[in-house]
């Protein structure tokens, strides 16, 4: 995932990617079974491209947060499994609390 502390284009541009032999033979299989899908992608221009992952991005993190809204919906209709897990995160600092509760609610689906 992308580290929003880099900031900078300076400092994107010292990135070291690295190769992952697992996701890099998924992504070969994929290939292989989709040849048109692959055509389609190397014609499109990078800033297209950028833009159709940036797209992928905003989806992804829309569907996360419908899921957490959902579940703190579930969880306002239990208040006594509201109080337990508020009284386990109650000490965390304020930028944890809300991330540890979901986790916890993920957890308990």
Same mark, same amino acid.
């Given at each position: 995932?992308?580290?929003?502390k880099? $900031?900078?284009?300076?400092? @994107?541009?010292? +990135?070291?990617? #690295? ?7 998924? +992504?070969?299989?994929? %290939? *292989?079974?989709?040849?048109e899908?692959?055509?389609? @992608? ?11 992952? =940036?797209? $992928?991005? &905003?989806? *992804?993190?829309?569907? %996360? /947060? /419908?899921?957490h809204?959902? &579940?703190? #919906? #579930? !969880? #306002? ?6 109080? =337990? &897990?508020?009284? @386990? =995160?109650?000490? !965390?600092? =304020? ?6 509760m @979901?986790?916890i !609610?993920?957890?308990?689906?």
């Amino acid at each position: 995932m992308f580290d929003k502390k880099l $900031g900078s284009e300076n400092r @994107l541009q010292s +990135i070291d990617f #690295k190769e992952n032999p697992q996701s890099n033979a998924r +992504i070969d299989e994929y %290939i *292989k079974n989709n040849p048109e899908f692959w055509l389609h @992608l190397q014609s499109m221009p990078p800033s297209y491209m950028a833009r159709a992952l =940036v797209l $992928g991005q &905003i989806e *992804k993190e829309e569907r %996360i /947060e /419908e899921m957490h809204e959902a &579940i703190k #919906k #579930k !969880l #306002k209709q239990t208040p006594e499994m509201e109080r =337990v &897990i508020e009284n @386990l =995160v109650k000490n !965390l600092p =304020v930028e944890a609390y809300e991330r540890a509760m @979901l986790s916890i !609610l993920c957890f308990l689906r």
